[in-house]
């Protein structure tokens, strides 16, 4: 094979550097085509045994170095896990220095002033981070690449000092031995005194992606803090440093074009990377004329969409904006999701602003400007990035917004009540100074006021309580009544259910949690097995053609389909969806199977994962990306042997919550809204979380119809030789069912296991001492162990001897074993256990003879006090309503709602009671809007139509509609 690297640039030198330093040849070509300011890599590779040539072009700066070291990689100068600082490196010094380069007035004073800027910038980061390179310990193609264009820059703008570490960095790379000669050209700077601007307020790049390295924080401590503070004050308005952005690498940048092409004056500067407009306020300061932009994507099912652009320090009260906006009806403006700002304005969150309208071409969005902004000399945002910011002129940003076809509303809005920095500092801004007290009058004992004790005694309460997700203690540092959430993540943790790991919504099972998984699959396989089903395994994935067969199916889960599109380095032609539930990856093989009605029934299960990539805030074992489940599929000649398989699987599930967990549920059908994407009828059976006062749907069970039948061509002749379509039905149960057992029994020390899902049923702990050493104990509790044993009990002896009793004591109970047998020398010397119940806390001594009877009766009581406590607190949240005035109050006291209804097919009263109930929550809280992400909405939804019915007067009216009502349907609020 022949390569033939060509390339096209009026600037070869940062690319001949690089692949002198790679070996790899480069020809270089002076064609009229090289005058362009964007360089060209064309490669050639040809096949002289076929003959056949082939022909790649890469465009731009990060494209050409990133292709050239991709030829050998070993060398380590694009090193993967530094990616996004070499291209951010890359990019920043290439538009640098073409703005210099490429003008006809490189001796504006402007032009050395951003030459002098990224300089800087370089400085700030070689000093916070120790380093010597700009994108890790080694020498990268950023490195090559930026102490090239930025030799260049210089000597073309006229610059000749540089900062001390800066230069040191130019010269260490520009005068490697390995380049020869190839950059003798290029002058050296001289070391020039640091100034206020080269001292910026935060660290850059390394900083921004991860916190502080430890080089930052030892130069934070003590007086670096207060110099570097001073050093701060009145710091001129350049950017101090690049940083990665958090989108992908925006050169060329369509805006940026934009603007050049309008002519419209402008200035874009890197700055270190800022989620929030108090980060810009605070981090990337600007004259006192000029200003930034606080930005808010809005939403409005009926009014449409809104990009709303202020000064940093103004309010936004949506409820007034609507006002303002002259918007009729109803108004719930509310923050768009992350897919709806980059479907219409290509950017993600923290990249917005006013420039961002370009991307509108469909003029869906409205743009509210500010009219404070108008008012300032100078205005700075985004161009669809947050490392980077553009000033100009209130007059020019009109004219590009009216350019890009949009006309602006322009709206006054009065400063938010705490203006300023406001919200919550980031972590790189300086720490704010403590206000001096007032100094005590003489003689005079100062008192303290009882509210301020109070509020210090609340405060320290909390700053106890400051620990890191994940991060384990003795004992629980939430009480389950105080922070239900963070409780909740205790017990997971400490019981030692879960780990955490580095992807957001997936977890590691540890074994605790799989053990109670296993234990409900043994006990589930022997229930289907009764029933004829049969085990089996599917594949992970399944191609698109497959999954959008069915359309109401896919529509129902597209949102949350993760897509494999890539294979190494090379991208798939079709893109293959990985598996969020079965039903398209099993029915093609149902096709093939199925001819006769001897093939019928059809009943298979498996047990496998499933990924749903989910939006919403993720928690372990209630809403994760990964998750395990049990999905049985069947078919049948008739819609009755279907409609029994539903209901049998559906007991199955009664089962699983009642008579294994402990838990009570509601049997019913699910509403036309609710039910299963593309399904014929949905079942269900629906827990509730007292505490909470949520409602969380167990596990479903779907009659599928003929619908997936015809779909996937799947027929038979039944026994008229007709031909025939199936009706089919799945059925599922997760993982969640063990974070249902957690909030429902769990309490203020850990979890309290029912005893059918409990790993280990009784634990044994001696209490070793000098009258019992284990030498005494060991035998002794050995040999109840092995009589428990015998008795198919799941028992343990905790012989551990670097631990003491009291902490075996907590860590068991902190693990939810329902019984522990403590054994001492009393016990040995009379020939029993003291016994402990976990769920009660009730203890007695129980003769050891006893313990073969009395425990796999004990086993049995636990479990039945468990669910009648449980079931107990449910029903009281239980309550009819026939009048919407006792809706939402009754939702307000964490209750289940039981009203009358038109039926489960008028779908528009259906979503008229969530809103209705939503905007009247939200107002009795005080409250405006939701967030597009929060995961607990205060609305209420149909939980289910229960089978068994409270008797229906004739005449009753539907709560919502006034129509005459056809049966009885539960509200809640739910998981």
């Known amino acids: ?103 006809d007035r490189a001796t504006d004073p402007s032009l050395a002033a951003r030459v002098k800027s990224f300089l800087s910038s370089v400085e700030s980061h070689l000093f916070s981070t120790s380093r010597t390179f700009l994108a890790g310990d080694l020498a990268s193609a950023a490195d090559v690449v930026a102490a090239v264009l930025c030799a260049q820059a210089c000597a073309a703008a006229g610059v000749v000092e540089a900062p001390q570490q800066t230069v040191r960095w130019m010269d260490c790379v520009l005068r490697n031995e390995v380049l020869g000669g190839l950059t003798k050209g290029l002058k050296s700077l001289k070391v020039g005194s640091v100034t206020p601007l080269e001292k910026p307020v935060v660290a850059v790049a390394a900083a921004a992606k991860g916190g502080e390295t430890k080089a930052q924080a030892k130069k934070k401590k003590g007086k670096d803090v207060k110099k ?24 060329p940048n369509t805006l940026l074009e934009k603007l050049s092409s309008l002519s419209l004056p402008h200035r874009q500067y890197s700055h270190t990377l800022c989620m929030t407009a108090d980060e810009l306020v605070a981090n990337v300061p600007v004259p006192s004329s000029h200003s930034h932009t606080k930005n808010l994507f809005l939403r409005d099912k009926k009014h449409g969409l809104f990009l709303v652009s202020t000064l940093p320090n103004s309010g936004v009260n949506t409820k007034q904006l609507g006002k303002d906006l002259k918007l009729e009806g109803k108004v719930n403006l509310r923050l768009a999701d992350e897919k709806l700002l980059m479907e219409c304005l290509g950017c993600k969150p923290g990249t917005v602003g006013p420039l961002a309208i370009l991307n509108d071409g469909e ?98 309460k909390q700053d106890k309580r400051q620990t890191k997700k994940g991060e384990t203690l003795l004992a629980l540092q939430w009480k389950k009544e105080e922070n239900f959430p963070m409780w909740y993540s205790d017990v997971i943790v400490l019981s030692e259910m879960i780990s955490y790991y580095d992807i957001s919504g997936c977890y590691i099972l540890r074994p605790w949690s799989y053990k109670i998984w296993e234990l409900m699959q043994e006990w589930f396989n022997v229930k289907i097995r009764a029933l004829g089903v049969e085990n089996a395994y599917f594949p992970l994935f399944v191609s698109e053609s497959r999954l959008t067969k069915e359309k109401d199916h896919v529509e129902g889960f597209s949102p949350e389909v993760a897509w494999v599109t890539k294979s190494g380095e090379s991208e798939l032609t079709n893109p293959i969806a990985i598996r969020p539930t079965s039903e398209t990856i099993m ?308 209750n289940m709602v039981l009203t009358p209804w038109c039926g489960g097919e008028h779908q528009d009263w259906e979503e008229w009671v969530k809103e209705k109930s939503r905007e009247e929550s939200l107002s009795a809280r005080g409250q405006e809007a939701e967030e597009d992400t929060c995961a607990t909405s205060v609305a209420a939804k149909t939980l289910c139509i229960p089978f068994e019915q409270p008797e229906l007067k004739e005449g009753t009216k539907c709560i919502a509609s006034g129509l005459d009502a056809t049966c009885w349907v539960l509200w809640g609020r739910s998981y």
Not at 373 to 388: A, C, F, I, T, Y
């Open 1 to 103: 094979m022949e390569v033939t690297r060509t390339l096209h640039s009026s600037n070869p030198l940062p690319f001949t550097a690089l692949a002198k330093i790679l070996s790899l040849p480069l020809h270089s070509s002076s064609s009229s085509s090289s005058s362009s300011p964007n360089p060209e890599l064309h490669i050639t590779v040809s096949n002289p045994f076929n003959g056949i040539s082939k022909n790649y072009y890469h465009r731009g700066y990060v494209s050409i170095a990133r292709k050239l070291c991709d030829y050998v990689p070993e060398s380590g100068l694009w090193a993967l896990d530094a990616e996004s600082d070499i291209e951010s490196w890359i990019a920043t010094a290439a538009d640098v220095s073409c703005a210099v380069l490429n003008s």
């Open 228 to 251: 570097e503070e001073s050093a701060n004050e009145g710091a001129k308005t350049e950017s101090p440093a690049p940083a990665p952005s958090s989108s992908s690498d925006t050169s």
């Open 363 to 460: 003029g869906k969005v409205t743009l509210v400007l500010d009219e404070g902004l108008l008012g300032v000399e100078k205005v700075h945002s985004h161009p669809l990035r947050n490392d980077m910011s553009v000033e100009m002129s209130p007059d020019d940003l009109l004219a590009y917004v009216k350019a890009c076809g949009h006309e602006p509303v322009v709206l006054s809005f009065k400063p938010a009540e705490s203006s300023g920095a406001g919200g919550k500092a980031p972590a790189s801004r300086p720490p704010a100074e403590k206000k001096e007290k007032a100094a005590p009058v003489a003689g005079k004992k100062q008192k303290q006021p009882q509210q301020q004790k109070q509020a210090n005694k609340e405060k320290n």
């Open 587 to 894: 029915y093609p093989a149902f096709a093939d199977w199925i001819k006769s009605h001897r093939d019928l029934p059809l009943k298979l299960n498996q047990w496998s994962n499933v990924v749903r990539w989910e939006f919403k805030d993720p928690t372990p074992f209630l809403r994760t990306r990964e998750f395990l489940w049990q999905e049985g599929h069947t078919a049948h000649a008739t819609l009755e042997e279907a409609d029994e398989m539903v209901m049998d699987a559906l007991d199955l599930y009664r089962g699983v919550y009642e008579d294994l967990l402990g838990i009570p549920v509601i049997k019913g059908y699910k509403t036309e809204k609710e039910k299963f994407a593309g399904g014929f009828r949905t079942t269900t059976v629906e827990a509730y979380i007292p505490l909470s006062g949520r409602a969380i749907q167990g596990a479903t069970s779907h009659n599928l119809g003929q619908n997936f039948g015809k779909m996937f061509e799947i027929s038979f002749q039944n026994d008229k030789g007709e031909s025939a379509i199936p009706w089919q039905t799945s059925w599922g149960l997760t993982t969640r069912t063990i974070g249902v057992m957690i909030m429902v029994h769990g309490d203020d020390t850990g979890l309290v296991l029912p005893p059918r899902v409990a790993p280990v049923q009784v634990v044994i702990v001696p209490i070793i001492s000098k009258k019992m050493p284990v030498e005494v104990a060991d035998p002794y509790c050995n040999a109840i162990l092995d009589s428990l044993k015998k008795i198919g009990i799941r028992a343990t002896y905790d012989g551990r001897t670097m631990y003491n009793p009291g902490w075996k004591f907590n860590h068991w109970e902190q693990k939810g074993v329902p019984i522990r047998l403590e054994v001492g020398p009393r016990d040995i010397e009379k020939n029993q256990v003291f016994f402990c119940i976990r769920h009660s806390m009730e203890k007695k001594d129980i003769p050891v003879s006893d313990l073969p009877t009395l425990i796999p009766e004990e086993l049995k009581n636990i479990h039945n006090q468990m669910f009648e406590k449980v079931k107990k607190e449910r029903d009281s949240h239980l309550v009819q309503v026939t009048e919407w005035k006792d809706f939402v109050p009754n939702l307000e006291k964490n």
